[in-house]
């Protein structure tokens, strides 16, 4: 009998199967189709191609023939998951493109993939028409291409594959963490040490489904390591560098709710209130002013660094703050400045 793991997160699969003693030779993409329900030949070979099934932990062609007791580990992109999703002209920021990929810049408000109600204006409307041409985006898959997200209300820099191969490289890069992913975020206070590493657990939050939390005792959820650094103070908020190690949804935002500084302006985790600073009414009107001028918590994917899925060459690439947020920081610079005057 065979023992399997499998796990599923949002933008890949991945399974561990112990082959039983009695196994008889057997091509691995044949085996592997009877093993993985709902997981097409095709994309157990293309898997192989990209690297991603390993054997006793090397990677294998789909011609090897698996032997008892072998230990296959396999990463496959998000399972398909079909729906009528309608190309849409919505104009993309493409900074970067080429036959496997391309880099863009998402605005904050947009929503990455449909789901929840939303099922037109988003980026995967907006790459079915763009990408109109490419095989990838004509199979009726609900996120052809994706292999990782950021939130509606998160700015920045995204990587979108073209074609299954750079699906499953890129989707292996991100399983691996061998992907640097950079983030700019606005906290209240000023986190203690000033760099540091939050872990903990993240997961549904038992009450509220829509929303993530922190199981601190690893009594749920799956783990999480958020790198952070403090690049500017502004007395009662704090400019924060974050470098991911995992990539779970909402990680920074319940992250830093759970260290007791959230995110500046963020609805769900409790960042749209005066949280530090004075009672005073002039105050209170400066922080409102500053929420205003924001669509969502401040926080903006700034970099990112992979390995090109068919070269193997390091890109690296960027994303300018945008100006919503670069206003409110600098509103913050000036009451801090005016600050230190009066005292």
Known sequence: MQ???????????????????????ERIDKYLVHQLAQVSRTRIQVAAEAGNILVNEKAVKPSY?????????????????????????????????????????????????????????????????????????????????????????????????????AMNRLAKQFFDHTISRKYSALVWGEPSPPEGTIEGNIGRNIRER????????????????????VIERFGYISLVECRLETGRTHQIRVHFQH?????????????DKVLRGTTSASYRQFVNNCFRLLPGQA?????????????????????????????????WREYTRNRTNEN
Not at 76 to 93: F, G, N, S, W
Request: glycine residues 8%; charged residues 25%.
């Open 65 to 165: 023939k698996v032997k008892p007791e072998d230990i296959v580990s396999i990463v496959l992109p998000h399972p398909p998951q079909y729906v009528e999703i309608l190309p849409e002209d919505i104009p993309l920021d493409i900074v970067y493109e080429d036959d496997d990929l391309v880099i863009l810049n998402k605005r904050a408000g947009m929503v990455v993939h449909p789901g929840h109600g939303n099922f037109s204006g988003t980026l995967i409307n907006a790459l079915l028409f763009h990408f109109k041409d490419l095989p990838l985006f004509q199979s009726g898959e609900l996120r052809p291409g994706l292999v990782h997200r950021i939130d509606k209300n998160t700015s920045g820099i995204m990587v979108v594959a073209k074609n299954e191969l």
């Open 210 to 229: 829509i929303k993530m939390q922190v199981f601190p005792d690893g009594s749920g959820g799956k783990p999480a390591v958020t790198h952070y650094k």
């Open 3 to 25: 023992e399997e793991f499998s796990e599923h997160t949002e933008l890949y699969e991945h399974y561990r199967i112990v082959v039983d003693r009695g196994q008889k030779l």
């Open 299 to 331: 926080l903006h994917a700034r970099s990112l660094e992979f390995r090109h899925p068919r070269t193997g060459k390091v890109m690296s690439f960027d994303s300018p703050m945008p100006d919503d947020m670069q206003q409110v920081i600098e509103k």
């Open 259 to 271: 260290i007791h500084h959230p995110l500046f302006n963020d609805t769900e985790y409790g960042g």
